[in-house]
């Protein structure tokens, strides 16, 4: 297949040459890459939302409802959902598909699982390469759903435009609301699951807590849902169009993906240098013997890695 063809192929919505495209990307293959430089300047037009949140809370169970209502609106929709992967392996179960099984063989839904490969922020480091290449294959709305990994969890917010938070009440996501970390980051709190006895009792203090935060424009809105009866989910959908229309009319829409794509560069300028140094260290004898002084105790893990800055630096001098 001709890359030229298949970046034709991606623009005109092809879902296998989307499919094509996010493999390459995925498994860092230059051909990816390119395609993804051909096609960037076809970008910027979707809606990106981010849903994060604890393990449970229902996120997918979400996104399937938020997509029977935007397919009902007649837009185009792709959600990328990242799963947690094998320290060992990097393998991953991508589970998430399963929740979205009713939307399979809409032609207007596309959905993608990705493993995070131990990315502690939820995300891989290829995420918003795929997002790119869901926006430019037409898309309206792209879903990111994080991999729920908790209250360090805060990836999404260099990746989203919209940023949604899912708990459930009974869980202590309640008490994630006095930390700093992942309460910080949405512009939309959804609580899930909101038949539960102690779903007014949460929302109360996340309001609490809420009002005690340096209080900017957009005040954070507080979802009730019920995603497995899609109760509530009209309701978080006009939400999300009201913040929508509150960044682009204050001018933060672009700010915030002038973060975002800042952010991805050097996130991705990070994976490759570090990439590179472990493939020069693989092999260094004067590695190995700086480990062996740390593993006794005789050198500290930041002396070590400061001579090797050094040696590096005057390799690279020389």
Known sequence: MAEDSLAQRLLAG???????AITLVESDDPAGWELVREVYPHTGKATVIGLTGAPGAGKSTLIGALIKLRRAAEREVAVLSIDPSSPFTHGALLGDRIRLTEHFLDPGVFIRSMANRGALGGLSEAALQAALLMDAAGKDDVFLE???????????IDHADTVVLVLMPGSGDSIQALKAGIMEIPDVIVVNKADHPLTDTMVREIR????LAPQRGWRVPIVKTEAVRGEGVEALVEQLGTHRAYIEAEGTLSERRRRNLRNEVLGLCTFRLRRGLEERLAQDEEFARLLDEVVARRLDPASAAATILEHFDAGDAA
Do not use: H, N, P, Y
């Open 14 to 20: 092809d879902k296998r040459a989307l499919a094509r």
């Open 146 to 156: 994080t991999v729920g990994v908790g209250q360090a969890e805060v990836d999404i």
């Open 208 to 211: 609490g807590v809420l009002s």
